[in-house]
């Protein structure tokens, strides 16, 4: 609830996920409502949602909205009042003024002498006093501050007496603290237990509200959800949170119709974005459905009726066999929890209905279906409880997206493809524009299990549209928020499993090139602009200046992922244009210096890509040996100091989404860390079939999928492509050169922590190679191989072997060099007679 400046902030009504024992979070914050049908791989980090993992229980999940949408959504409000429940706080001293306290709101236009005179009256301890003080204010600021200070001396009968006053002056001059007034008259008259006085007044506040009298407290809509309160009264009296939150029979006795207008004053709240309405209605859904005749009564009301079955498919899981309703966990980690985060039958055979759900049903079927109230979410419950045919028959009543989203299901559960992909295709029509009956999110996760269905049926290109457009539209919606900061946009997984595994890599960059365009690059002169704004402010990198001017977008990453695949194949010219322009601030590359600071990085995607290029030409088809050599060695550098970068698998084994940092969370690729009693499989197809089980897999996806798997199939499997250059380098070089040690030394390096490899490359110097002074920690304390030198070897070798056999036979030696200079002296003989005889001829 809202408090106006007469009062102390009162406590709001709080959430009540569920009756009984309170709900456990699994490893997920309380407030996310909307998961969708996915696995969150583990716990840790924010491991994005994946749809694949579990493609049989991502098509048979219930189809349902998130509560928090559904509550917001119960009434259309017939008036632009929004509630602000995040100003009129009470601000600590010594803070720097906030706009939105309670403080700057009262000040509002106030100016010295006034300004300080409603600090006095503030002071004041009672409200004769205050009202003394005030003599420079307004007559209804005056007024309203006295009777403030009333009501919190307590003095109830001043306070009401100059709160009525403020009402009773001409409207201009009331208009300042008129819905301030009204507000507090209401809340006077509920503390005395004077209902129809304090409906009146709050129903007052909101009138005066919409004809113009200044809310900034976003009283009017406030009024809402104390007018609701006014209602929950019991034999007993006034029924509170606790009340409803520890099962109390405080509600028993509340009046049904009652009852029912309190649901519909919080409702009218909540869909003028309340928050604590939402937790209102949160509190008397979860209480109502632990109590069949309580909800039994409440159904006859549509917005009850609506309510009730909004929570029943968003806040209530359903049983495991012998399990008691108590049982019913959030947990969204779990394999078979629905997109509400908590177990959903229909996922499971393992799972049995909810007695709630099943008796809420029970209850709507009785009452007859002409009188139920939105029938394609009583159509997802009759599907989540097994009632199938009750589940087709309201479906097909309504023509919204959420009730072809069932109709979809059901053409599933029947094994009717091509109905189902009908179905799916008519609910995802107004994507992502979609009609009422689906929440943003829930449209996003349409077109993902869209693309489940599709991926099934072998459209390999059209189910990765499917599932960029969810990722897109994900990736808007959660832009600026920690989900889109660390988690990555919603789907996007999926997208990158499909697009890095599945499709060719002509199939994709065909794609790309028609549909992920880059978005557009902040300017230097508007980056520079932001910097000197931010300065000061802890937040003056250009690098996060510019995202915050241009967030990287899923068609961004995409073409990323391209680009490194592109490279991967040796099409390093055809990879340049996709990764990002060099001088584009967003993505320079964060790393950590000696210290362990994270500092920008000088080198840039696209150049180090080319550089990598020009390296593998050299060492491939340069002329002379050690330019070959060099060519290698340089490759393999940049193959492992960027490889990640350039070259790196998004998902396994690289983990490039993560940076490297993780080892998993991803993609399909978890066979490759099997448990010691399921040992990884040793070839491609074998690993295949251990990570796509069940039948909507098709043959071809498999044989894709270990087609494009990593060569060599090693974590990080740049490094290893980094060794196998270092050793090709080797190759090129005089095997007694220093320049050969030295390769082969980083090219252990690259390896170390893979012994098998890196023992191969060693053994290779200790048996052709010559001893060099780094040698005895070979693979840790590396030198820059000497190209030059090397260059220079062959030589320098053939000079060094000729002296020391002269040495070894000096008799011989001087005998062949005796014979040497008397050949060419007779040589020079022979040659000078003749050129005289040829003179004489001629």
């Known amino acids: 609830m809202k408090c106006s400046a007469a009062a102390p902030r009162a406590t709001g009504q709080r959430s009540l996920p569920r009756l009984g024992r309170m709900t456990k979070i699994a490893c997920a914050a309380s407030s996310l409502l909307v998961l969708g049908a996915a696995t969150v791989v583990a716990c840790g980090p924010d491991f994005p949602l994946q749809l694949l993992d579990d493609r049989a229980g991502t098509l048979s999940n219930t189809p349902a909205n998130s509560f928090a949408w559904e509550a917001a959504h119960l009434v259309t409000p017939a008036d632009k009042l929004q509630a602000d429940e995040r100003s009129g706080y009470e601000q600590a001293a010594g803070q720097p003024d906030d706009p939105r306290s309670l403080r700057m709101i009262e000040k509002g236009q106030l100016e010295g002498a006034q300004w300080a005179a409603l600090q006095a009256m503030r002071a004041a301890s009672d409200g004769e006093s205050a009202y003394a003080a005030g003599a420079a204010l307004p007559p209804a600021i005056r007024l309203y501050t006295a009777g403030a200070q009333d009501f919190r001396a307590h003095a109830l009968t001043a306070a009401r007496q100059r709160f009525e006053a403020v009402l009773a002056l001409p409207p201009q001059q009331a208009s300042e603290r008129a819905v ?112 069949a005749d309580i909800s039994a009564a409440l159904i006859d009301d549509p917005v009850a009726q609506r309510l009730l079955v909004a929570y029943a498919l968003a806040r209530v899981g359903d049983m495991a066999e012998g399990s008691g309703n108590g049982d019913s966990y959030y947990d969204p980690s779990a394999p078979n929890s629905g997109s509400s985060g908590y177990p959903d039958a229909a996922r499971s055979a393992k799972l049995k209905p909810n007695t709630i759900l099943v008796t809420l049903v029970d209850a709507l079927k009785r009452r007859g279906l002409e009188k139920i109230e939105g029938a394609d979410r ?99 919606q959660s832009r600026g928020t920690y989900y889109n900061y660390f988690g990555g946009a919603g789907y996007a997984s999926d997208l990158s499993y499909v697009a890095e595994r599945v499709l060719t890599t002509d199939e994709l960059k065909t794609y790309v090139d028609a549909h992920a365009p880059a978005s557009p690059m902040p300017t230097p002169e508007a980056v520079a602009k932001a910097v000197q704004k931010e300065e000061g402010q802890g937040r003056s ?68 890509a080319r550089e990598y290029g020009q390296a593998l030409e050299r060492g491939q088809h340069a002329w002379r040996a050690n330019s070959r050599a060099q060519g290698w060695y340089e490759a393999a550098v940049i193959a492992r100091r960027q490889g990640m970068e350039i070259m790196g698998y998004e998902q396994g084994p690289d983990f490039t989404v993560f940076s490297g940092s993780l080892p998993g969370g991803v993609g399909r690729g978890m066979g490759m860390y099997a448990s010691p009693d399921r040992p990884r499989p040793d070839n491609a197809q074998a690993r295949a079939q251990a990570d796509l089980p069940g039948p909507l897999v ?33 190759d090129a070089l005089p095997a007694r050169s220093q320049a050969f040690a030295a390769v082969l030394c980083q090219g252990v390096n690259f390896v170390y922590d893979d012994q098998p490899a890196a ?84």
Not at 712 to 727: G, Q, S, T
């Open 759 to 842: 023992r191969q490359l060693y053994r290779r110097y200790v048996r052709e190679g010559a001893a060099v002074p780094f040698s005895a920690n070979f693979g840790q304390n590396c030198v820059e191989p000497d190209f030059a030198a090397a260059a220079r070897f062959p030589y320098v070798q053939a000079w060094r072997s000729t002296r020391r056999w002269v040495a070894q036979h000096r008799a011989l030696s001087a005998a062949l060099l005796l014979a040497a200079v008397a050949g060419a002296g007779l040589g020079v003989a022979q040659w000078r007679r003749r050129q005289c005889a040829a003179k004489t001829v001629a």
């Open 180 to 291: 301030w007034a009204a507000f507090m008259l209401g809340r006077l008259h509920a503390i005395e237990e004077r209902r129809a006085e304090a409906i009146a007044s709050f129903t007052k506040a909101r009138a005066l509200a919409l004809g113009g009298a200044p809310d900034p407290l976003g009283l009017a809509v406030a009024s809402y959800g104390e007018q609701a309160r006014l209602m929950l009264v019991g034999e007993n009296g006034p029924c509170n949170w606790s009340d409803f939150n520890e099962g109390r029979d405080c509600g028993m006795t509340i009046p049904p119709a009652d009852f029912k207008q309190a649901i519909r004053l919080y409702a009218e709240q909540a869909a003028r974005g309340s928050y604590n309405a939402q937790d209102s209605l949160t509190a008397l859904a979860s209480w109502s459905l632990g109590h």
């Open 378 to 476: 009583v159509a997802a419950l009759a599907y989540r409880t097994g009632r199938y045919d009750l589940a087709a028959t309201l479906a097909n009543r309504q023509e919204t997206a959420l009730s072809w989203w069932v109709r979809a299901k059901l053409a599933l559960r029947r094994g009717d493809t091509a109905a189902a992909v009908q179905a799916y295709a008519r609910a995802a029509q107004g994507f992502p524009r979609n009609d009422a009956s689906l929440d943003p999110s829930n449209a996003n996760l349409l077109m993902g299990e869209q693309g489940v269905l599709t991926l099934s049926r072998g459209q390999y290109v059209e189910a990765l549209a499917q599932f960029h457009r969810a990722a897109s539209e994900s990736e808007r």
């Open 698 to 730: 098709t043959d071809d996806e498999r044989q894709r999928y270990a087609a494009s798997e990593a060569k060599p199939y090693k974590r990080f499997h740049y490094r290893y492509i980094a060794a196998d250059y270092a050793m090709k380098a080797a």
């Open 541 to 608: 990198s250009p690098h996060w200046v510019a995202l915050g001017l241009s967030p990287v977008t899923v068609e961004d990453n995409l073409r990323q992922l391209l680009a490194r695949r592109l490279v991967r194949e040796g099409r390093v010219e055809e990879a340049l244009p996709y990764f990002p322009d060099d001088r584009d601030e967003r993505f320079a590359q964060i790393i950590s210096d000696a210290e362990g600071r994270e500092v920008l990085a000088t080198w840039h995607l696209r150049a180090k």
